[in-house]
């Protein structure tokens, strides 16, 4: 059964009923998976998505372990005999694990503190009487308390160890810290410095926008918040968080200490004494503790927002519209090693090989030309796939008069993104694919079959490869990798798999599959030949019921005994097609793929306890359309004939590219010249816009215009808007992608003088450099 609390706390974040999350969470705990759930089980869940799915399961997991750690929380202090119900009740009321971990600390059992000794030295009296009279002389209470015998030396040391005491109760009073927190998230400012003598290093030079900065806690975006904790892991920047009014010169007491004195009730102006140990207990004790979990928050938050964009870019990949099974010829370009050549069918399955030589230093350009002609005649090539690395370009431009002197060749070339394609190369799985094959080649596959299938294909890269991520290196990598885990799964299976031409790569991210049974699929497939219905996939060895259910779905079998296998239509719903069938008196083969005898159909004619209306609306969607690809029309941008490298680009000119990353702060688009231009989020849409996901996405072919060229170091500004320009190029220009002015950085004439100006300062400048990593 879900906790109903669980089931409350879900709802209202993911803004579905309560009785959606209660059968979710049931269907999950009963071992269905989230792509199964949200393609079969709409009835049951009211239509929750894959995405809100997602949410659901990992919320309902966080919840779980925090549940688990309040019991052993409330445990724990009861077995110390210190459990009160005021206590439990807090425990109880916990929403996060920081709160909770703040109950716990002054029970949690932990090494001996200097506190913890002045207690048992009998000092706890001395300060209550220090508190409680604040006019009387505390070196005069203290002598009452020396005693060498219980380690009290002197007056000094009987004083210190009441302030130890007093520190550890403040710095251990989880509602103060709560309210402190939030204090501090609503008012507070990260503020950042260069740590003296890094200057002048040469990695600090990425990190100059944030020599001298402050930024709202609450309000500070993900990609900078990650530049900060970049910049403090190098060694370049100090980061920390603090009140708003300690930038403010004339702030000689600091807004904490006035929250503390209202929380003990101490009268500071009364005793020095007093006063120094709140001060101390702000700055040695409370300051530190709340600047480690709200740098945990803002990393969560961070990592959290990073993981999703990445999710997004890769999501567009993998749902490109795939040129088709057509036989095609890869190329990965090289100069001195050479352009490597391979020819692969329909299906992916490899041909024939060559190493060609048109670039610099040989120069064998006809020879290179004639190989490539002989090639496409030979096996029929109607698609070359050109790698966009280096020599791309003159790649290009050799396929391109190919075409134009041989008619006879109706072929179609397309740049195609070869990002991991190395990566898969020296891989085990492709080691184990070509096993004869040598390495060079193995790339220019990986870009034909790509351009044919991207699904297919790019499941046999690491996600992280595939250079979609903004700061992908920095996030916690456990999250990202089960992010785009549940990415890659939920893609796959909003595709369909061909289960007769599956790679075991590509079939277990199939629901239900694991990757032994993915291999057993295989295994099945090469030693019986073809499935020819999905019945057959018990027979596969550990694949049982249970994972038959899960998975029968997305598995398709095209030309096999059953017409419905080769659709998305679920084995358990062949009875409700049997009795559609019955209504309109024809064969399945009369009615699949048409049009006409399935919209007379309603519905509501077909519902029963089994299945529902969103369901059988389902089945004849797909009836009507069986096997189809839910990936939109292949399109290919077309570069510019004259610009082959960033040297013959001119502010001003009009081209067409491909966006190939989209971060928080703009877009990176392949316009053809080796190194991609960043589309500032201010340029993306002559309207505002908020978040860049909003107008572009990764695959995109769009118009852009060059507003700044700096060929030295490689960076290309370009505008997505319509107008020409001429405001951009100025001094109107609304966004450099520097980080927001503050008073801070507005009196700090370092900062003035030595920062760089443009769209590329800072962290963007940074990010520049790992976009394609």
Not at 56 to 69: A, Q, S, T
Request: proline share 3%.
């Amino acid at each position: 059964m879900a906790n109903s609390k669980h089931v409350n706390i879900i709802a209202a974040e993911i803004n579905a009923k309560t009785q959606q999350i209660a059968s979710a969470v049931e269907l999950l705990d009963g071992g269905d998976t989230v792509p199964f759930i949200a393609r079969y089980r709409k009835e049951v869940t009211g239509g929750l998505d894959d995405t809100q799915l997602r949410q659901l399961e990992e919320r309902l997991g966080y919840l779980r372990e925090l549940d688990d750690r309040r019991e052993s929380i409330i445990k724990a202090i009861d077995e110390q005999g210190k459990l009160t119900e005021g206590l439990k009740q807090s425990i109880m009321a916990a929403e996060t694990k920081t709160r909770l971990e703040d109950l716990y600390l002054p029970y949690k059992k932990k090494r001996q503190t200097k506190a913890q000794k002045a207690r048992q030295a009998g000092l706890e009296p001395l300060l209550a009487a220090i508190i409680a009279d604040t006019k009387a002389d505390e070196q005069q209470l203290a002598t009452d308390y020396v005693d060498a015998e219980k380690e009290v030396a002197d007056v000094a040391a009987a004083l210190e160890g009441a302030r130890h005491i007093a520190l550890e109760d403040l710095a251990e009073d989880a509602d103060l810290i709560q309210e402190l927190r939030e204090w501090l998230w609503e008012q507070g400012v990260v503020i950042a410095q260069v740590i003296k003598g890094q200057e002048t290093e040469k990695k600090a030079s990425r990190f100059t926008d944030y020599f001298d900065f402050s930024e709202a806690v609450s309000k500070i975006p993900s990609h900078r918040m990650l530049a900060l904790l970049r910049g403090r892991n190098e060694g370049v920047l100090s980061v920390n968080i603090d009140h708003r009014d300690v930038l403010n010169e004339h702030t000689t007491i600091h807004p904490a200490i006035g929250r503390l004195v209202k929380r003990t009730g101490w009268d500071i102006e009364s005793s020095d004494w007093l006063k120094r140990t709140t001060e101390l207990a702000w700055k040695a004790k409370l300051l530190l503790k709340l600047n480690l979990q709200l740098f945990n928050v803002l990393r969560e938050q961070s990592d959290e927002a990073a993981i999703q964009i990445f999710n997004r870019n890769l999501k567009d990949l993998l749902l490109a519209a795939p040129a088709g099974g057509q036989v095609t010829l890869g190329l990965d370009p090289g100069f001195r090693t050479g352009v490597k050549t391979v020819v692969v069918d329909d299906n992916g399955k490899l041909l024939d090989t060559a190493v060609i030589y048109p670039h610099a230093p040989q120069k064998q350009w006809e020879q290179a030309k004639q190989t490539l002609i002989k090639m496409c005649v030979k096996h029929g090539v109607k698609l070359i796939a050109i790698g966009n690395g280096t020599a791309s370009r003159e790649t290009d431009q050799l396929a391109a008069e190919l075409l134009k002197q041989n008619s006879d060749i109706r072929a179609q070339k397309i740049m195609v993104s070869e990002a991991g394609a190395s990566v898969y190369s020296a891989s085990a799985l492709a080691a184990a694919e070509f096993p004869d094959l040598d390495v060079s080649y193995r790339g220019a596959v990986s870009i034909a079959r790509r351009l044919q299938d991207p699904l297919a294909e790019l499941v046999k890269i690491d996600p992280k490869a595939i250079g979609v991520g903004q700061y992908q290196h920095d996030v916690n990598q456990a999250q990202l990798s089960k992010a785009l885990g549940d990415c890659v799964e939920d893609c796959v299976n909003k595709v369909g798999v061909d289960v007769n031409t599956a790679s075991a790569p590509l079939l277990k991210y199939v629901a239900g599959v694991s990757d032994s049974v993915a291999q057993e699929i295989v295994n099945y497939r090469n030693a019986n030949g073809s499935f020819t219905n999905r019945k057959q996939l018990l027979k596969v060895s550990r694949l049982g019921e249970k994972m038959f259910e899960q998975c029968a779905g997305f598995l398709r079998i095209r030309g096999g005994d059953q017409p419905l296998d080769q659709s998305a239509v679920h084995p358990e719903a062949y009875p409700l097609v049997k009795s559609m069938l019955e209504h309109m008196d024809s064969q399945i083969e009369q009615v699949i793929g048409q049009m006409g005898p399935l919209s007379q159909l309603n519905p509501r004619d077909f519902a029963n306890d089994q299945f529902g209306v969103a369901t059988i609306k389902d089945v004849i969607e797909e009836l009507k359309k069986p096997g189809r690809d839910p990936r939109g029309e292949f399109k290919t941008a077309r570069f510019d004939e004259q610009v082959h490298e960033i040297k013959d680009l001119a502010v001003g000119m009009r081209l067409e590219g491909v966006v190939t990353n989209v971060t928080a702060f703009g877009a990176f688009v392949d316009i053809g010249v080796h190194q991609d231009g960043l589309v500032h989020i201010s340029e993306l849409a002559d309207q505002y816009v908020k978040d860049p996901a909003d107008v572009v996405k990764a695959g995109q072919v769009i118009k852009v215009r060059v507003l700044e060229v700096d060929a030295n170091r490689k960076r290309i500004s370009l505008s997505a808007k319509s107008g020409d320009g001429k405001a951009a190029r100025g001094g109107d220009r609304k966004s450099t992608g520097k980080p927001a002015k503050n008073h801070r950085q507005q009196r700090s004439p370092r900062r003035q003088s030595s920062a760089p100006q443009g769209a590329f300062a800072g962290a963007l400048a940074d990010a520049f450099k790992k976009a394609k990593k």
